[in-house]
């Protein structure tokens, strides 16, 4: 069965900080998005990724955050300058079914 | 986007049938019906979507009645490695790029 990777599965960094997370979608799948759950909240919806752009956004994805495909292979989420509040477990999703393991994000 | 209702827990044991059901009054005509499962600290997992009546994969079945206000998710036989969250979700039929609205799901504990 095709599988969705993300790197790192382990983040910390300090409020403020810039960080990447990546993820390797199924090579010939279409959408592409990014999804956020905090500890014990449910999964939250951030951003799809169509034709190498934002096809929609939620309230949550504000300028702090961005994504690219730059490789054709790679689809990254940036977090410009992290806060405590983003601390949370992030999954890329390749199509809706696909869901990759998640990296977790502790921001100190 | 139709909102569901789930129980937020359910327990049962091991070798028993499992039903699950969502309600979700205000589904649209073109809504699918789709149930995602998910175990701690890990990416949900589709399981099994329907339109109507009644589906089945090598994992779960989904009866849906005609009036698709309500899906049942039936988890045959259960096992420990079956305890997780469940959730159901209406909206899209997949791969359309459309994005999943998660409620709180239902938490599924089976006992030995």
Redesign the interface.
């Known amino acids: 069965e095709p599988e969705v990777t993300q790197t790192p599965s382990h983040q910390v960094t300090q409020m403020g900080q810039e960080v990447i997370l990546r993820c390797v979608p199924i090579s010939n799948h279409l959408y592409f998005y990014w999804y956020r759950q905090i500890l014990g909240q449910k999964v939250e919806f951030l951003v799809s990724f169509y034709n190498n752009e934002i096809s929609e956004k939620s309230e949550i994805f504000d300028d702090q955050f961005s994504v690219e495909r730059p490789d054709g292979s790679n689809f990254t989420l940036k977090i410009r300058s992290t806060k405590l509040e983003d601390s949370a477990m992030y999954f890329c999703a390749s199509s809706d079914q696909f869901f990759g393991p998640g990296t977790r994000l502790t921001v100190l | 986007l139709a909102k569901t209702t789930q129980p937020i827990s359910m327990d049962s044991y091991e070798g028993q049938e499992v039903n699950i059901t969502c309600s979700h009054n205000n589904i649209a005509t073109n809504d699918y019906i789709?149930w995602y499962q998910?175990f701690p600290?890990?990416?949900?997992?589709?399981i099994i979507q329907g339109y109507k009546t009644k589906v089945t994969n090598e994992v779960a079945s989904l009866f849906i009645p005609a009036d698709r206000k309500s899906s049942t998710l039936s988890l045959p036989r259960v096992s420990l490695s079956d305890t997780a969250v469940y959730?159901c979700l209406v909206g899209e039929r997949?791969?359309q790029?459309?994005?999943?609205?998660?409620?709180?799901?239902t938490e599924l504990s089976v006992k030995p």
């Open positions: 789709t998910q600290s890990q990416g949900p997992r589709f959730y997949m791969n790029g459309g994005k999943l609205i998660f409620g709180q799901g």
